[in-house]
């Protein structure tokens, strides 16, 4: 289970327990600070460097606004 799932279960009241890694603690915080070492990206790839609407839509897509929907479908967001 991803530990972006782990949270929000923990958040429904499942008695889930997120491990520590090399001592790193399972958290959101440190997944954005890239020291959780069980973590991967999501990512958004393109042929070349993004321009005009592509550009903008990743914009967007890395943006706060897009937070709830990122946590909705169990990733953890870069932005709070």
Known sequence: MSLGEAIRRQKAGAAIKA???QGV??????V?????????P???VTKEL????TKKFIDFAM????TDLIEQFTFVPYLD
């Open 42 to 44: 999501l990512m958004l």
């Open 25 to 30: 603690p399972a958290s959101a915080d440190q």
């Open 63 to 66: 943006s706060s606004e897009t």
């Open 50 to 53: 993004p321009t005009g609407i």
């Open 19 to 21: 491990l520590a890694v």
């Open 32 to 40: 954005r600070a890239g020291n959780y070492p069980l973590a991967r």
